[in-house]
């Protein structure tokens, strides 16, 4: 009889054996030999990222002239002493609207008062602190056709409020029926909607039957904080439903009962709407000299600010080198941490973004239009304390090697920066600890 018939533990050890080698021969056929391509190795029949190469940042802080702020998702009031960015004042322009076209108002009507309330949708900064709100009729009409950026000059006339409020988004207001939560109020001189609302509306003025004409007319109200500067800036909404202009008046010497008319800033669909938000930076406080920036070499540290405020400048040197190989460019990345101790109470922005720098125009690197993979951009949390920013780049870094053959530079701005402050502070390439890191993997071709 067969001898490993009668010897089960030996039979068992060669089924391990035949078992463990068949594994071997398996594993092996999967990491193949591949020549020049990639890493030289396939993973389930697949190539891998493929050779990595580190290239350095070059990076800085710079400036943007301006960005329009066109019907912006929020306005952005207030006069921030930021301690790293220095002082950003933030005012808006806004257009008025009738809740009621062709009103009837009779023979001797008065507008008594009028009041104010802008819905709250946030802050920046801390709380508690004053502004000095000055609130001015606009003497030109807006154009909806222009594009309105950052740095507009309004043509203004007289006052109708300078006041001093205080930055409180949790405060209750009373609007003589109910206690509201949330509100910016205050009250305006009655006298300016005297006369172009009430004694318009008694001679029968054509404007006020129709919205269209009337933003003609009446060109809306720019809002601006004129005080000394305080640690917060307001972020407020104007479709709020209760952002309104209430023109409280009465009728005659008989009339003892108060009646109403609003104004709105626009809350229904089709309503000609228009605001846009007005920055104006001031650096000369700031933790950072704009005149004195390293561009050759890039800075240890560098910084970004909404409205519009600092930007990051990127340059790529050594990746040039790649141009004319016609390496596959598998993947590349961008990854930047946040200098800790920089942010609280100041909220990072929650994206940012990556703009391709081409002397005339800019825009958003070739990644965004990509469906097949996330440019990314979002603040992720590394640590208990730190913080980081991570981009795909792997079509912006593959159209500048080998379709564009020219390395452009490239400009790290926040998202949503025409209806935001917030700002961050960056690891640049020459930092020594948390440096910006650039990777490129890459095939070559066969």
């Not at 209750?172 to 001189?189: I, M």
């Not at 109403?260 to 000609?272: H, I, K």
Request: glycine share 8%; with cysteine; charged share 15%.
């Amino acid at each position: 009889m067969n001898p490993y018939l009668l010897n089960p533990t030996l039979n068992n050890l060669i089924r391990v054996f035949t078992v463990a080698c068949l594994v071997a021969v398996l594993f092996i056929s999967c990491e193949q030999s591949n020549g020049e391509i990639g890493s030289g190795k396939f993973s389930d029949n697949r190539p891998e990222l493929g050779e990595k190469l580190s290239f350095p940042v070059v990076s800085y802080t710079t400036t943007w002239d301006s960005i329009s702020t066109k019907s912006p998702a929020r306005v952005v009031l207030g006069n921030l002493n930021d301690p790293i960015f220095g002082a950003v004042n933030s005012s808006f322009t806004t257009r008025i609207l009738l809740s009621k076209t062709s009103p009837d108002f009779g023979p001797g009507t008065v507008c008594d008062s009028v009041k104010v309330r802008i819905g709250y949708v946030g802050y920046y900064g801390v709380t508690g602190e004053n502004i000095r709100l000055e609130v001015s009729p606009l003497l030109t009409p807006l154009v909806d056709t222009l594009p309105y950026y950052s740095n507009h000059a309004v043509n203004i006339g007289s006052a109708l409020v300078d006041t001093v409020l205080k930055v409180a988004p949790s405060d209750t207001v009373y609007n003589g029926v109910d206690t509201l939560v949330g509100y910016l109020a205050f009250d305006l001189d009655p006298s300016y909607f005297q006369t172009e609302i009430f004694d318009a509306a008694i001679t029968g003025e054509a404007y006020l039957a129709d919205n269209l004409d009337f933003v003609e007319e009446v060109a809306g109200l720019h809002f601006k904080d004129i005080g000394p500067g305080s640690s917060a800036a307001c972020y407020l909404d104007l479709s709020a439903p209760g952002s309104i202009i209430e023109l409280y008046y009465h009728t005659g010497t008989e009339d003892t009962v108060p009646k109403v008319f609003n104004l709105t800033f626009g809350q229904n669909f089709g309503d000609p709407v228009g605001s846009f938000n007005s920055f104006s930076h001031d650096f000369s406080g700031a933790d950072f000299d704009l005149e004195m920036m390293d561009t050759l070499n890039g800075e240890v540290i560098t910084y970004i600010q909404g409205g519009s405020g600092a930007r990051t400048m990127l340059v790529f040197p050594g990746l040039d080198t790649l141009i004319g190989k016609g390496y596959s460019i598998n993947r590349a990345e961008l990854n930047f941490n946040v200098v800790q101790g920089t942010a609280s109470p100041y909220t990072l922005p929650g994206t940012l973004l990556l703009v391709q720098d081409s002397d005339s125009t800019q825009q958003l690197i070739k990644d965004y239009s990509s469906d097949l993979s996330n440019v990314g951009g979002s603040v992720t949390r590394a640590d208990i304390r730190s913080y980081k920013y991570r981009f795909n780049v792997t079509r912006m870094v593959h159209d500048f090697v080998n379709t564009k053959e020219e390395i452009l530079p490239v400009i790290i701005a926040p998202s949503g920066a025409n209806a935001n402050l917030h700002r961050v502070v960056l690891g640049g390439g020459l930092h020594p600890v948390i440096p910006a890191e650039f990777n490129v993997y890459y095939t070559k071709s066969e």
